[in-house]
């Protein structure tokens, strides 16, 4: 059976038909978004992971680039080479950001810089 045909089955069904047709067709389409999920998945780990520029990464963190590539020179933001282009994982970033988290002191304020 052809998706194109149907609509004519349906139109051709007796009425008392109807209900099992419906539900045939529910569950050809909960079938058919798994499938389709399943392969986005699928294309999407077998995608390369984004790199980010050094000035990419300061823009993400609001840091001046300067500090970016100071954390990459000593080695506390791991980079990929490529030639003489600094790259860093997106996934690096997130853990980079992870690991740099502290939990907030109870009673104690931050004082405003102005």
Known sequence: MQPEELPAIAAEAAAEELPALIGALEAAKAVA??????????????????LLSLPEVAAALGIPEDRAYDLAREGLLPVVTIGKYKRVRESTLRAFIAASETPATPGRRLRKVV
């Not at 978004?33 to 984004?50: H, I, M, S, V, Y």
């Open 33 to 50: 978004w798994a499938r389709l999920a399943a392969t986005a998945q699928q294309d999407q780990a077998t995608r390369p992971e984004p």
